[in-house]
């Protein structure tokens, strides 16, 4: 019977997990930290394994350092939490599944990348089937209606639909501040700050040396706000390294463009950050098109985090609002086209300027385009630069859409674009 827990909130990932636990000896559930993994693997799993580095003799850790045998129960699936904290375990599942090609065995769920790559010594494809995991999105915690599904505008349905619900500025301002932490459901709005402020405290305490390598707390805050105040834009590490210097007079802080990659590398490693690639194969003249990504934090709360925001202040800078709320449009677009098994990217012409916030292809290669406008005052000029996007296109997008926050009705415009509310969206 499954660990599952009380008042488990059901995630679109879930369904894929079923599915790949037939398929595969294992599967290793990646992340970042509070975005519900653990919660997620006990819903599946009949036993469980805890790996959080810990100085009890009686843990699961110090047994694992003791004798590794000693932590498997042999009640499948058996959820290894933290797995990475002992690299060798990849090793030992990996072997455990060719011992009687069983399906279903082991669930690994970790929240950084091995610290030390070099003790493991089998990539365990064909084994072990690795998944991608994020905070909840809109749909998930219940905040999107869903009344509009992302797989029908690759179909092009014709859409005319009602929110229930309005969505005003202060509830926008509300879900960015708190993101999609799981924990953050049952609190007060007024609190919502609080858990991404923790997360990312944690990260400069204790996660940026999860390496073992020490690197400087004060620096890489720097860099955060760096990365914070450039959500959803198109920087360079250069950029990053002049955006420090400007913000500090102090020489002890100068930061070279090395210690930017590192530290960047670090965020990737834990989770923290997450770029939009570029999206080029089906425009006529890939010479010109930009192949610079898009960076983001893995949820917009912890930009927010970064910078001090709460509501008020949110609301108060409506430019920043709305980087922050393509932020949150990019969160929930990427956990719905990974659902349909599809990828998300963004589009930048270097010669003509011309940029699409989203790009989503299915595995087919067909896609669509989206742009992302807080207000509905821009719904027009964003129509306009879709209309001009797919006109360079080699082949045609299958939908563009516009998608919006301030709006309470779905519907397809006369051109042929797309107008959701960010509250109306499901896979």
Known sequence: MALTKENYKKRLIDNEISELLKMFGAISIEGPKYCGKTWTALNHANSMVLLTKSNNPNSDYQKALINRDLIYANNYPELIDEWQSIEQIWDDVRTKCDEDGKSGKFILTGSSVPARQDKIFHSGAGRIYKLNMYTMSLFESGDSEGIVKL?????????????????????LADLIIRGGWPASLKYDSKNYYRLPLSYIEDVLSHDINYDGVMRDREKMQMLLRSLARNESTLVTNEKLVNDIENYTTEKNYQISRNTVSDYLNVLENIHLIQNQLPYSIKIRSSVRVGKMSKRHFVDVSLACAVLGLKQE????????????????????????????????????????????????????????????????GKIEEAAKNLLKFAKS???????????????????????????LPITALRP
């Open 393 to 419: 296109c080699d082949v045609e997008p299958k939908f563009l859409g516009v998608v919006c926050g301030m709006i309470d009705y779905a519907y397809k415009r006369k051109d042929g674009v797309y107008v």
């Open 313 to 376: 202040q949110l609301m108060k800078d409506l430019e920043l609002f709305g980087f922050m709320f393509e932020s949150l449009v990019v969160r929930d677009l990427r956990i719905y086209i990974e659902y349909l098994g599809g990828h998300i990217y963004h589009f930048h012409d270097n010669n003509t300027g011309l940029e699409v916030d989203v790009i989503l292809e299915l595995r087919d290669g067909t896609f669509g385009a989206i742009e992302v406008k807080l207000g509905v």
């Open 151 to 171: 797989s029908d505008l690759f179909l092009n349905k014709d859409l005319a639909v009602n929110l229930k619900n309005k969505p005003t500025l202060e509830k």
